[in-house]
């Protein structure tokens, strides 16, 4: 009996210790890559919001750094991504009996490329897209336009991440 337990203890430990190379425990697999490029993503949209650019690039920085173990770099990162924000429009989304509008959405769309130095077969160029909708009598600065902000890029990251580093 002692002798299976030891056995058992063995078996657990090595699991535990070669299972842990390159997974995490978030699902992340960034196989040998130890550094992460995100470059600036400029703002090509037709309607322009001056701080999107900015913002998109920085929260998708730190969503790397926070759920990676990947250090961030400037030039010649193992993981590159690169891109730009292609389309920002505001749409009427739903009438009211008077035909105005009741709600308003916005839509944000970025163009991503990404580049993974050690597997090749893992590089994309693709379209992510997510949309925030609004009362029509508010108007798109301040509170309202942080708060659609933060979701959409919220959910626009993390469908990167996803696609490019994650296993869903």
Known sequence: MKK??????????????FSCGIYSFGGVNVGDAKTVQINFFPNQAPLVEPTLS?????????????QTNLKQVPT????????????YRVNPM??????????????????VRFFNRFK?????EKRFSFYSDFDANSQL????????????????????????????
């Open 4 to 17: 299976i337990l030891i056995l058992f203890f063995g078996v657990c430990t090595a699991l535990t210790f």
């Open 54 to 66: 900015q913002r998109f690039t920085q929260d998708m920085q730190d969503l790397f750094v926070r």
């Open 76 to 87: 010649g990162g193992d993981l590159r991504f690169e891109g730009e924000i292609i389309d």
């Open 94 to 111: 739903s009438a009211t009996a008077q035909q105005t509008a009741a709600q308003n959405r916005l839509t944000i769309s970025v163009n």
């Open 120 to 124: 090749e077969k893992d590089n994309f």
């Open 141 to 168: 600065t301040g509170g309202v336009l942080d708060n659609a902000l933060s979701e959409i890029l919220e959910r626009i990251i993390q469908d990167i991440f996803n696609a490019s580093v994650a296993n869903w």
